[in-house]
């Protein structure tokens, strides 16, 4: 990375993607920041646990497979009773033992991943046609729209991957040693397109 790129904010990258477009790059590529994050499991799901948690997280805790729900916290669904949550500043201390309180009587299982998984955020017109390069899921909008969650790969790395919104941006999680090869194969499969690639 070049000494221009180094120290640039992600919303930087951002500017002018849905401005002009010849003015506009086609593709963002940046590290996203390094925010908390918990997993939380449990043993079982029902509408009494769901009015324990939903009020703890301030959101509704998505229950359909590989969607996600969003408010001061980003709660993205992993399986049928497993959840990865993720916010600025998650205050994880205070919210495990919130969330354990709400679970009383149900065996869960809560743990800070906050240090496992490091994130990158792909976005611009030619996200999609990047992203379609090293993983092989379907992103075609009808198929994975904004909200949407899967796990799925990069090149060969595990990958946990949520569309953001619908600009398109795309956040990739992956384990915080594959970081670089991750960031070496986007940066690859972007490299034909008028690009704004940088750590945050």
Same mark, same amino acid.
């Given at each position: +990375?070049?000494?221009?790129?180094?120290?640039?904010?992600?919303?930087? %990258?951002?500017q002018g993607l849905s401005g002009n477009p010849p003015e506009s790059p086609d593709l963002c590529i940046a590290e996203l920041?390094?925010?908390?994050?918990l997993i939380l499991q449990t043993r079982y799901l029902n509408a009494p646990v769901l009015g324990a948690l939903n009020p703890v997280l301030g959101l509704e805790l998505p229950t359909t /497979?590989?969607?996600?729900?969003?408010?001061?916290?980003?709660?993205?669904?992993?399986?049928?009773?497993?959840?990865?949550? +993720?916010?600025? $500043?998650?205050?994880?201390?205070?919210?495990?033992?919130?969330?354990?309180?709400?679970?009383?009587? =149900?065996?869960?299982?809560?743990?800070? %991943?906050?240090?496992?998984?490091?994130?990158?955020? =792909?976005?611009?017109?030619?996200? &999609?046609?990047?992203? $379609?390069?090293?993983?092989?899921?379907?992103?075609? /909008?009808?198929?994975?729209?904004?909200?949407?969650?899967?796990?799925?790969?990069?090149?060969?790395?595990?990958?946990?991957?949520?569309?953001?919104?619908?600009?398109?941006?795309?956040?990739?999680?992956?384990? &915080?040693?594959?970081?670089?090869?991750?960031?070496?194969?986007?940066?690859?499969?972007? $490299?034909?397109?008028?690009?704004?690639?940088?750590?945050?």
């Open positions: +990375m070049s000494e221009s790129q180094q120290g640039i904010g992600l919303s930087s %990258y951002r920041p390094n925010h908390e994050k /497979p590989n969607t996600s729900r969003s408010a001061h916290l980003t709660v993205l669904w992993l399986a049928a009773t497993k959840w990865l949550i +993720m916010g600025p $500043s998650l205050g994880s201390g205070e919210l495990k033992l919130q969330l354990a309180a709400a679970l009383s009587g =149900v065996p869960h299982l809560i743990s800070d %991943y906050s240090d496992a998984r490091t994130g990158i955020e =792909v976005s611009g017109r030619q996200a &999609r046609t990047v992203l $379609s390069r090293v993983c092989p899921l379907d992103l075609h /909008p009808r198929t994975f729209s904004a909200g949407q969650c899967a796990q799925s790969i990069i090149a060969r790395a595990p990958l946990l991957l949520h569309q953001a919104d619908e600009l398109p941006a795309f956040h990739l999680y992956v384990d &915080r040693s594959l970081f670089a090869y991750a960031w070496a194969w986007l940066v690859d499969a972007g $490299s034909e397109f008028k690009a704004n690639i940088g750590k945050s």
